[in-house]
């Protein structure tokens, strides 16, 4: 494998820490991927790129897993088209790329908070999560990143927040996997631009902020291991036509791709999904 036009430091720094985190995770199999899971995403998508892959395997393995997702996404492509029409559009979306996964339809739920405004909603959004978690009773509750990086992540931390706060009122035991999404948007997974402008500015501090990928190692100690199933993943994400294609041909209809010239994508490409694992001690 070449560096291409990728600057050798990165892609020899990207080599190692990949070596380092196959190093430090933990692998989860067998039982652990039979156990019930509900998977709460920010947006329609975060639930595909953040853990798709361990979505499907415990589903071959026979598990019960529900997917949450929070807001409307009707924000995406602000100024292209109207609130309205995408939050049909990606509520669609996220219906397809769940049947992809391997869920039905009445294991989806669409609480359809306003994208960008979840924070707004703590005590409603709390309520809710904490009816479903009740209802549901999951062994599992995946949720995004406690650090992810804030310019980008209003609504991940928000629903982070949410679900912890909702598990920490039913006192329920527990335990938590942590996805990261906007996380990879540092170095060394996204190269930095030579040009000094504002995502030059944004890639570095986010980098720096991380301890360039320390916080990786440190965190990140466990892994699902989708290898087997990429492909299976990449068919549930490109359901999402509003985040992969242009919709209408317009060059400012940004797509996952266009994201530090498609690096970013590629981070959720890699043989492991991994996770911040972590356990809430539940009633006595």
Request: positive net charge; proline residues 5%.
């Amino acid at each position: 494998m070449g560096t291409g036009k990728m600057p050798p430091l990165t892609f020899l720094s990207r080599q190692l820490y990949r070596r380092a985190v196959n190093r430090v995770t933990s692998e989860i199999n067998g039982k652990d991927l039979e156990r019930s899971a509900v998977v709460f995403a920010p947006h329609p998508d975060d639930e595909t790129l953040g853990c798709g892959g361990t979505i499907i395997r415990k589903k071959r393995a026979g598990a019960d897993v529900k997917i949450v997702f929070m807001t409307d996404g009707g924000k995406s492509h602000t100024g292209l088209i109207s609130e309205k029409e995408l939050k049909v559009i990606r509520a669609k979306e996220g219906l397809a790329a769940s049947q992809s996964l391997g869920l039905n339809a009445r294991d989806v739920f669409f609480l359809e908070f306003e994208e960008t405004k979840l924070s707004e909603h703590l005590d409603s959004a709390t309520d809710r999560v904490a009816e479903i978690l009740q209802q549901q009773q999951p062994e599992k509750v995946f949720i995004p990143y406690y650090k992810e990086p804030l310019l980008w992540s209003e609504d991940h931390l928000a629903t982070n927040r949410v679900v912890v706060s909702a598990l920490q009122m039913l006192r329920s035991r527990i335990t938590i996997y942590e996805y990261p999404i906007w996380f990879w948007r540092q170095w060394p997974w996204v190269s930095v631009p030579i040009a000094i402008h504002r995502e030059t500015c944004t890639i570095l501090k986010d980098s720096l902020v991380s301890g360039l990928g320390l916080r990786l190692l440190r965190d990140f100690r466990c892994s699902v291991f989708i290898g087997d199933v990429l492909e299976l993943k990449r068919a549930a994400l490109d359901q999402y036509k509003s985040q992969m294609t242009r919709l209408i041909a317009d060059p400012r209809w940004l797509t996952l791709s266009d994201v530090s010239n498609g690096e970013f994508l590629a981070c959720f490409f890699q043989e492991h999904e991994i996770f911040r694992r972590y356990s809430l001690p539940g009633k006595p």
